[in-house]
């Protein structure tokens, strides 16, 4: 009697959680922009890459068409003059001969996090006070400058970050991870957001100063760090700065994965939430619309539970539907905000439900995704394996 009590409640508490975190998304001005841009200070791309796919040389060319009224400088960086991205780049700077990019060979690297060490090679050959540091798998939308250093107008923002979404959910399984993304995270920061400010940033694409990263101590600071993202944005916002986070979308496209790439993925992206903020982490199990209903089905097989359940599941899919195409395409009743980009694949209403059953199978599958989260500490990144510690520093092996 006291575990069905426990269960109920618990599937209650969950649907409660879904709507605020809705309502927290919805009412967020996702995908609107600076309607006259007037800030253009002069700003320095820190693009670290290694290897590319078939949706790199595209990605890294947004950068390089970017409509930004202001001096650019990019700065590519690979850890080896091998790397097969570097044909992609020097095709690209054969296109823009004007452009102020270079491609950089770093090394030799020093930090278990390669992609830091990158950056603080590159970071000292930046010429401009602006920095925009960028994942390599993310293609940016051509207003994306202008809107993304908006915000460092105001002398206590520290840090602009932005959201983002899987473009390119070519199988079942990325079709999977795209609920996690294009539904789940970017509603989940919001959801923390209506709580208290933001003491972290997404790394997809963020912008700050240089005088900033200085106070932290460098990228150097963060050189071991596995959530480098994470760890500047909550190092800056204990110095007393404000993370900003832009309504502007971007996309990040993906090499083909299977099930089992995408399982060491969100294995690895739930370890290093978990590290990070371990409460918030534990606490966020509770939100889940689907495991906590079953398991009470489960517990308890009446019919009231049954009804319970379906409704549960009905409002579950009808949300993510609803999310995915809030970051696809924007409110409708709007004319202010633009897609996001122009080419990642776009479902209509009827598209997106067909595909989002798969936020049930999502969250069943979250179950024991949380639990080996707080199981294990090893996780695997671009091929390497790597041991998780406390603090979220890397040790290789």
């Known amino acids: 009697m006291l575990l069905n009590t426990i269960l109920g409640c618990l599937a209650l508490l969950s649907v409660v959680l879904l709507l605020w975190q809705w309502l927290a998304a919805r009412r967020f001005p996702l995908h609107r922009r600076v309607s006259a841009p007037g800030f253009s200070p002069a700003v320095t791309l820190l693009k670290p890459l290694k290897g590319c796919d078939e949706t790199t040389e595209d990605s890294l060319r947004s950068w390089l068409a970017q409509a930004y009224p202001g001096r650019v400088q990019v700065l590519f960086g690979v850890a080896a003059a091998d790397d097969p991205v570097c044909e992609r780049v020097r095709r690209l700077l054969a296109e823009f001969p004007a452009a102020d990019a270079q491609l950089i060979v770093c090394g030799p690297l020093r930090g278990a996090n390669l992609k830091v060490s990158k950056l603080v090679e590159l970071e000292r050959l930046a010429r401009h006070e602006v ?3 960028s994942d390599a798998d993310v293609r940016a939308p051509p207003d994306l400058l202008a809107n993304v250093v908006a915000p460092l107008q105001e002398a206590e923002v520290g840090l602009v970050h932005c959201l983002y979404r899987l473009a390119n959910p070519t199988t079942l399984a990325m079709r999977w991870e795209a609920v996690a993304i294009n539904a789940d995270f970017w509603s989940q920061v919001l959801q923390a957001r209506s709580l208290k400010p933001l003491d972290f940033a997404l790394g997809a694409v963020m912008a700050t ?5 200085e106070e ?3 990228f150097q600071a963060l050189a071991d760090c596995l959530a480098d993202d994470y760890h500047l944005g909550h190092r800056l916002a204990r ?5 900003a986070l832009s309504p502007v979308v971007v996309e990040c496209w993906s090499a083909t994965m299977g099930w089992a790439a995408v399982w060491k ?10 590290v990070c903020q371990p409460a918030p982490y534990g606490l966020s199990l509770l939100s889940n619309p689907t495991l906590w209903p079953l398991l009470y089905l489960a517990a308890n097989p009446t019919p009231p539970a049954l009804l319970l359940g379906l409704g549960c599941w009905l409002l579950r899919v009808a949300t993510a539907s609803d999310l995915q195409g809030q970051m696809e395409n924007g409110p ?18 009827w598209g997106r439900l067909a595909y989002s059953w798969l936020a049930l199978l999502k969250d069943v599958l979250q179950g024991p995704i949380g639990l080996l989260a707080f199981a294990g500490h090893r996780i695997e990144w671009r091929g390497e394996k790597m041991r998780l510690r406390r603090d979220g520093t890397l040790v290789k092996g």
């Open 209 to 213: 100063r240089r005088p900033q990263v």
């Open 216 to 218: 932290i101590g460098g």
């Open 131 to 133: 920095l925009i540091i």
């Open 332 to 349: 409708q009743t709007t004319d202010h905000r633009p897609p996001t980009t122009s080419h990642g694949p776009r479902y209509g209403g």
């Open 265 to 274: 993925h969100q294995l690895r992206w739930a370890r290093t939430i978990r």
């Open 239 to 243: 110095l007393g700065y404000r993370i």
